[in-house]
């Protein structure tokens, strides 16, 4: 059998490499693992003398240090945040350091997924020991440069802010004039790090490098993109789920001013123009008639109240311990609760766009991605060109929160491009980007509890009720995660295997993160989940199942204390038993508070705790509720153990936008669905918070040795139940199903 030949561009590996003297690029892939060739190859400089094999750093004759960063910039700082781990270890001059984001390549791969993808709060955590690795190693070739030159022993020698020094003579020179030295010097096979009480950038809250270009304008994001006789695309999508084009009357529109083509495409219709108003003018104005389908009757209410008979119904088993019927039988009280959350949109503050251009065998795909594999195996499906031919750029990305995981409107771009051969940006409305989400998804909850003659748990059981997002999203995605060098044709025919077979197997796993391992010691515990599927689209939303999970279980413990008449912060105390790290956390945020769950200075207290990942955190929120039931967050203290601490400013950012995120979702916005479509469709009927309705944020850092872990969405989950925990202590009225009705808070 003939062997297929395989996609140099998806095969390749790093080495050490030179042209010239003219400067280093590193090249050494400490990684993921995978790929069984180590080839050389040319993309880093492209239009200079050198041309040479590079992975993460670069470093030119003029000693500036180029890191190569292999996560998208979402606004969650990671083009500051890596280079500070490489700089560090590299001991360079940080005002000498710049980034560049990597195209997609294999050796890019984010280790969490074998994907090149930004998720999950895992870029420093996966790239920790990578980039420690690599500017460590670059740094002993400088070093052993340098005592080439200068003829002594390597020991004598030290780097220091951008240079390397004689300690005996005092002598100098900068990582630029050694550049072309080093890079002849083999790879060091072993390297020695530094141990954190050495960091002298790391730890430190350093300014963004994305800042200035974003405050100045000069910053490049996907709807900024432009090219020579770029033409602007926006797309009609069906009103209701499922439907398609039946009739489309393109005569309507042709005349109209820089109309250039109408067209019929996967996912709608696409009209194309010289710019974006007059391609949205035309779309506006063409008539399309759409075929019925059979989920034109979905509803929202009438889904919760189908969720609510289909809970008592016995679901699939997820997580068991111990005898949780048993116990319950047995316990002295027991006590329940329904909690019901809905859909979400994402709502990034940049609607949904790609430019394609496809030209001379190459596709250019300059996508505001967080899934540049996801991109470009898309790409390659629609042209049929090999990977080594598509190019991704990854510009900045006006927000991501999961929504660009999914490729849809990449496939447009590239979709048109090809249709018309011409250069084309595709930019959706508002109104397009809200009703056509990957929505989070919306359930019931119904958890129970048996308490002991003391008030503590003993047993505990939740049910989860509604569809489940991994069984949209991981069929649409597998393509990707599969190794490169497998043909085109078995991956389209797994592709079509998984869409058929993979939504009825997956469910339940995901669904429950944050409800099937929960941190408190409670001996019985069972919880389910009964699938039922409407049809909606769904995808990742910030923190995923924690997002939902997180409330009601938090709000639970918060039920268990009252009903126990406990304290809820000694309540969580004595269920953490064992687990001093998290203890520790829990006992930073009340100090920092002067905890008290009773009324203070008119403020009423509300507390919520959270094992994200390996990310230690507690929230506590200061409320106040008026006589018409307005609530009002007034302060939210923070502590948090998230390992090293790279840059504490942007960790505190992190937090501040989490919050933002999560508030808006407890406090104001959600999606509605009547007769099977969205009813939201821009920010009148889904408001953000406002400035003026944001907490004062403190956050307190626990002082850590141990390796970082994610930050980026930890703080999600935990902002509605320590919300909704103090709305209970200032109203005694308890709060099941968010966003928060005020009218339920009138005080009578």
Excluded at 145 to 172: D, L, M, P, Y
Excluded at 230 to 242: E, G, K, Q, R
Excluded at 429 to 435: G, K, L, V, Y
Excluded at 462 to 485: C, E, T
Aim: hydrophobic share 40%.
């Amino acid at each position: 059998m003939k062997k297929n030949k395989v996609d140099k561009g998806r095969r390749r590996f790093l080495k050490f490499g030179v042209m010239g003297s003219a400067g280093l690029v590193m090249a050494v892939y400490f990684g993921t693992g995978g790929e069984k060739t180590k080839k050389a190859f040319e993309i880093w400089n492209k239009d200079s003398s050198i041309l040479a094999p590079n992975a993460w750093i670069s470093i030119d004759s003029t000693g500036i240090v180029t890191v190569r960063v292999n996560h998208s910039e979402l606004g969650q700082g990671i083009t500051t945040a890596l280079p500070m781990i490489i700089a560090e270890e590299l001991e360079a001059d940080w005002s000498r350091i710049r980034f560049e984001i990597a195209p997609a390549e294999a050796v890019y791969k984010n280790p969490a997924f074998n994907s090149q993808l930004t998720a999950a709060s895992t870029s420093v955590k996966t790239s920790w020991d990578i980039l420690r690795k690599a500017g460590a190693a670059v740094r002993e070739m400088l070093i052993a440069a340098a005592a080439s030159t200068w003829n002594v022993n390597v020991s004598e020698c030290r780097a220091e802010k951008g240079a390397v020094i004689h300690t005996t003579s005092g002598q100098r020179l900068e990582f630029g004039k050694l550049a072309g030295r080093a890079s002849r010097l083999p790879v060091p096979k072993k390297v020695v790090l530094k141990n954190p009480d050495e960091f002298k950038i790391i730890g430190q809250p350093l300014k963004r490098l994305d800042s200035s270009s974003k405050f100045n304008g000069s910053a490049v994001f996907g709807i900024d993109v432009k090219l020579p006789g770029l033409l602007t695309a926006t797309v009609i999508h069906p009103p209701v789920f499922n439907a398609r084009v039946k009739l489309f009357d393109s005569d309507t529109i042709k005349n109209m001013k820089g109309i250039r083509h109408v067209l019929e495409i996967d996912n709608g219709i696409a009209v194309v123009a010289d710019s974006f108003w007059q391609a949205k003018n035309g779309a506006d104005t063409l008539k399309i008639e759409w075929t019925h389908n059979e989920i034109k009757d979905l509803d929202s209410e009438k889904l919760l109240k189908r969720w609510g008979e289909l809970s008592n119904k016995e679901g699939k088993t997820i997580h068991e311990q111990g005898n949780p019927k048993e116990a319950l039988a047995n316990s002295s009280k027991e006590i329940k609760a329904v909690y019901e959350l809905p859909y979400q949109a994402h709502a990034t503050a940049e609607p949904m766009n790609c430019t394609a251009y496809i030209h001379k065998g190459i596709c250019d795909v300059w996508a505001p991605t967080q899934n540049q594999d996801a991109a470009q195996e898309m790409a390659a499906r629609i042209t049929g060109l090999k990977y080594e031919n598509i190019n991704i750029h990854t510009p900045f990305v006006g927000g991501g929160f999961g929504r660009r995981i999914a490729v849809d409107y990449v496939a447009e771009a590239v979709q048109i491009a090809k249709m018309i051969k011409a250069p084309v940006k595709v930019i959706w409305t508002r109104e397009e980007d809200m009703t056509n989400d990957f929505y989070r998804p919306a359930n019931t909850n119904v958890i129970k509890a048996g308490l002991n003659e003391q008030g503590f748990p003993v047993t505990w059981s939740h049910r989860i009720v509604g569809p489940d997002h991994m069984a949209h999203m991981l069929p649409r995605l597998l393509p990707s995660f599969l190794p490169y060098w497998i043909p085109r044709s078995l991956r389209d025919l797994v592709s079509g295997i998984a869409n058929r077979v993979l939504p009825g197997v997956i469910p339940g796993k995901k669904i429950s993160e944050g409800a099937s391992h929960i941190p408190y010691a409670i001996e019985n515990i069972n919880v389910d989940y009964v699938e039922d599927d409407p049809g909606i689209p769904l995808g990742f939303w910030r923190s995923v199942a924690f997002s939902h999970n997180t409330f009601v279980v938090e709000s639970f413990i918060d039920e268990i204390a009252a009903a126990a008449e406990k304290d809820p912060f000694k309540l969580r105390l004595k269920l953490l038993e064992g687990k001093p790290r998290m203890q520790n956390v829990l006992k930073l945020a009340a100090e920092k508070t002067g905890w008290t769950n009773e009324n203070t200075n008119g403020l009423s207290r509300g507390i919520a705790f959270l094992d994200f990942h390996g990310t230690i955190l507690c929230f506590i929120a200061e409320v106040t509720v008026s006589p018409k039931g307005h609530v009002k967050v007034q302060r939210v203290i923070c502590a948090v153990d998230c390992g090293i601490v790279i840059n504490p400013q942007i960790v505190k950012s992190q937090i501040s936008g989490g919050i933002v995120f999560g508030l808006t979702a407890t406090l104001k916005s959600s999606i509605t669905v009547r007769k099977g479509r969205i009813v939201e469709s821009n920010f009148d009927d889904f408001p953000l918070l406002r400035i003026d309705e944001m907490p004062v944020v403190d956050v307190h850092m626990v002082k850590s040795a141990q390796p970082p872990t994610g930050i980026g969405e930890s703080a999600v989950p935990l902002i509605a139940p320590a919300v909704t925990n103090a709305v209970f202590a200032a109203t005694g009225k308890r709060i099941r199903r968010i966003p928060i009705d005020n009218q339920t808070l009138i005080m009578r």
